[in-house]
Each structure stands twice: as C-alpha cells, then as structure tokens.
C-alpha cells in the first residue's frame, strides 16, 4: 500500500511538472500553432519525428518492463535463450533503427524540399540587416527602410533577404518559417507567408551578444488594402511640425546628437548607425520589440537607453526636462 502511494506521487509530481511547463509555453508563440505554409510543414515534420520517437520509447519500456517482471522458466535452454537474444539484437537493433533512421531522413528530404523559395510576385522583397541588437528592415523596391516591424501582405510569399555587418545573428518567425541564419560577409535567403492577418512574433535565435534576448521584431500580415496603405505612409517623408513645440523638438533633434545616428527623411538627418525614424510613431514598439511605443517608454529610452539595453550603441542623453517634452513632441508627428 505504501509502495502504490509514493508511485501515485511521483506520478502526480511528473505531471504536476508537465503542465507547469506547458503552461510557461502558454503565451509564447509555437511552431506546432502555424499560421503559414512553410510552418505548417514544419510542424508535421515535427509531429512525425514526435510520434515516432513515442513508438520507440513505449517500444522500449515494454521491452524492459518484459526483462524487470517475466519470470525465468525453471529450466533454461541456454542455446534456445542465446539464439532468440540474437535474433532480437538484430530485429530491435539494427533492422527498426534502420527503418525508423530512413523514414526520418526521407520526411526530412521531403519538408525540405517542400520549404524551397516559391515563386515571390515583384514587389515583395525585403531585406533585414541584423544590428546590434535591433533589425533594420529595408523595401529596397519601394525605397523606405524602417525598423523592428515587417509588414507583408496575407496569403503571399515574401522574399526575406537577410545579411549581418557584425556577428551571427539567427532571423525566426516561429509561426511562419524556421530560423536562418543572418552571416557576416553573405547574403542569405528565406521567405514567409501567412494564412491569416496578425501579428507574429519574431526573435533572434543566434547569441550575438549582451542583447541577444533583446532583439525581437513584429511581422504584420495584413489584407491587400491595408498592406498598400502602410507601404504608401511609409514612402512619404516626414511631416515639418507645425504645433510650436513640436517644431521646438524638431530643432533640439537636429542641433543634438541625434541626427548622427538617426536618419528623418525630409530633414538634414540622415545618420545610419540607428533605427530611421521617419515613422518611428506609427511602430508598434521600441528597443526591438521590447517595449511599447508609448511617450513614457519612448521618453525613458531616450534619457536611459543604457538602462534599458545596456551595451547598446545609444549613449544616454543630457536633456533637460523642457527640452526632452519638446522632443518627444515632434517624435509623435512622426507618424
Ligand atoms: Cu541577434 Cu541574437
């Protein structure tokens, strides 16, 4: 009775340790939940190898269960005994991990070639140049670059160029594809697509520094309409402020530092090292996803950026509490 009871807790512990784990997992984004092709055949490569790997594991605990608890015959042929142990050797042992190594390797070749780039309609390129630690988004075909946010248009593969002028840096949407890899010195290539509109989450999957866990990014799957909007929005330079304090921020970001790392298109700001701002109001987030674009957090970033992503490039800033509400004033037209 003793025995059954402490069994029936260590049952209930693995379980109770089961559902807490799955339950951590409640908010993040899955592989197995794919909102697009490209994942959707990932994830039944993966349910593939999931039940396969089960059959094996039931496969061997019966056969240990079967060596713990059958009782030895009183009198034991010794050659019959040798001679089935062989014959298990060779079917358990080589002719099903043969079988299940095959199947494996050919549903593997199989999703693979599946994943291979479709054809992408002209127009739907983009590239996405690790920094550290955000992601610079370029539409080279409609000549804007933002930051940290992908739109693509649903229902249609886009082409996602990937480069890295630092370190390794790894580009996944687990709901929409599988990692890959953003390589110092070459060009990579992958693609995306999805089902329906949303926001999938994005994150680096490659430890590329301090920030590594800090380098996340949106992608925005949006109708035909919507998506040629946002594309037309973010063509257009930047609105001149027309409210007094706005234009009093406009003239602090362009006599601060700011203009040598942040580019405003339609002023003299035209640094490279930082995000383009042009539109920074119309993201969703700052600090590579890490936080909302809210005029609190905005103004937290800009007087402790150190703070928030320490070992990042933005040096903290020495303005006055005056000068930091004109700022972000004018950083809030920037729509
Ligand atoms: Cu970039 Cu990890």
Redesign the pocket.
């Known amino acids: 009775m003793k025995r059954h009871k402490s069994r029936s807790g260590r049952f209930f512990a693995i379980g109770a340790l089961g559902l807490l784990l799955l339950n951590g997992c409640a908010n993040a984004p899955s592989i197995l939940d794919p909102q697009g092709p490209a994942a959707a055949r990932i994830a039944n490569l993966w349910w593939l190898l999931f039940w396969m790997a089960m059959a094996v594991l039931v496969f061997v605990f019966a056969f240990l269960a079967l060596a713990l608890f059958r009782r030895r015959p009183a009198e034991v042929d010794a050659q019959r005994a040798q001679q089935r142990g062989i014959r298990v050797i060779i079917w358990a042992g080589v002719v099903m991990p043969a079988i299940v190594l095959a199947v494996v390797y050919v549903a593997t070749l199989w999703t693979m070639r599946a994943l291979a780039t479709p054809v992408i309609p002209e127009g739907l390129t983009v590239h996405v140049i ?1 920094q550290l ?1 955000w992601w610079e988004v370029q539409y080279p075909e409609q000549q804007f670059v933002t930051a940290n946010e992908i739109h693509i248009p649903v229902g249609q593969p886009v082409r996602i160029v990937l480069s890295s002028p630092n370190v390794i ?2 580009f996944w949407v687990p709901e929409l594809h599988g990692k890959m890899d953003l390589m110092p010195g070459e060009i990579n290539e992958t693609w995306i697509q999805a089902d329906r509109p949303g926001v999938y989450w994005g994150e ?1 999957a ?3 520094g301090t920030q ?1 866990a800090k ?1 996340n990014f949106l992608v925005i799957a949006q109708p035909a309409e919507e998506y040629q909007a946002w594309l037309q929005q973010q063509q257009q330079p930047a609105t001149t402020p027309t409210d007094p304090l706005a234009q009093e921020g406009q003239q602090i970001f362009l006599s601060a530092n700011c203009l040598y790392c942040h580019a405003i298109r339609g002023t003299d700001a035209v640094g490279n090292l930082g995000p383009d701002l042009t539109h920074l109001a119309s993201r969703r987030t700052l600090g590579s996803a890490i936080q909302e674009n809210t005029a609190g957090n905005l103004a937290g970033w800009i007087v402790g950026p150190q703070h928030i992503k320490p070992g990042n490039l933005m040096p903290q800033s020495d303005l006055t509490s005056t000068e930091l509400q004109a700022l972000l004033a004018y950083l809030a037209t920037l729509e």
Do not use: D, L, P, T
Request: proline residues 0%; negative net charge.
């Open positions: 690790g630690w840096h790894s680096c490659e430890f590329c590594h380098m």
